[in-house]
């Protein structure tokens, strides 16, 4: 028997990617409105991660329309059921918002250049271009170096040299270089970051720049401690 085909949310990945239907079992409901006219179990096994995932899709016949065409439209509500730690993808709305502020806060110390680049990769994250955002994570590690390099700080444009003028300590600069590997793995090898791991380093840009740019900032802006004059 031919194995059934679909686009799913692979609750792995984190995205729609070609699965193979396991199960579809639909059931619809005797008319109560206070619930949805169909609801779906699916079981579906991701050709991608080769993970299954259990969803429950809801359809609300009130809900349909037809488009411009003439098209009847069944908007589906899909909730993962499993995988458990699904739950943090479905937060990715949730955590592109929280970013679009913390970019704003950062716009008042940190270079617009850099910025640039971070809206552009949150952007790339947002329509689920995980290839383009794994890369432009790492595109910001290199605008920092250069923008510290073009400013005269460090005398090259190097992470190393980060490090020795004391804008990173070793701990995060060991993080920098694994942004940058998954960055070169992500632009040679297609390899992009799953959601949950392109939000930490994200969280990790946030650090950085604000060590680098914001807390030289706030410190002028304190006044002077008058016990301890250093
Ligand atoms: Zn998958």
């Known amino acids: 028997m031919d194995k059934k085909m679909m686009k799913a949310l692979c609750g792995t990945c984190g995205i729609e990617t070609n699965c193979e239907v396991i199960i579809s079992e639909s059931s619809r409901s005797d008319g109560d409105y206070e619930y949805p006219d169909e609801v779906v179990l699916l079981v579906t096994k991701c050709l991608g991660c080769n993970k299954c995932t259990v969803s429950r899709v809801t359809i609300?016949?009130?809900?349909?329309?037809?488009?411009?065409?003439?098209?009847?439209?069944?908007?589906?509500?899909?909730k993962i059921i499993y995988?458990?730690?699904?739950?943090?993808?479905?937060?990715?709305?949730?955590?592109?918002?929280?970013f679009k502020t913390k970019i704003e806060e950062l716009d008042s110390c940190c270079p617009s250049e850099i910025l640039l680049i971070l809206r552009e990769c949150l952007y790339a994250y947002e329509f689920r271009l995980n290839t383009l955002s794994t890369v432009g994570l790492r595109m910001i590690v290199d605008s920092v170096c250069q923008e510290k390099?073009?400013?005269?700080?460090?005398?090259?444009?190097?992470?190393?040299?980060?490090?020795?003028?004391?804008?990173?300590?070793?701990?995060?600069?060991?993080?920098?270089?694994?942004?940058?590997?998954?960055?070169?793995?992500a632009a040679h090898k297609f390899n992009p970051l799953k959601n949950n791991d392109i939000e930490i380093c994200f969280d990790v840009i946030e650090i950085l720049l604000k060590n680098i740019y914001h807390l030289p900032k706030i410190k002028n802006k304190l006044p002077e401690s008058k016990r301890n004059k250093r």
């Open 149 to 185: 390099e073009k400013s005269g700080e460090i005398p090259k444009a190097k992470r190393d040299d980060l490090l020795e003028k004391g804008y990173i300590n070793k701990e995060q600069k060991a993080i920098l270089e694994k942004i940058v590997d998954y960055g070169n793995d």
């Open 83 to 98: 995988p458990k730690y699904y739950n943090k993808n479905i937060s990715r709305e949730k955590f592109i918002e929280s």
């Open 60 to 78: 609300c016949d009130s809900d349909m329309y037809f488009d411009e065409n003439g098209k009847l439209v069944c908007p589906q509500t899909t």
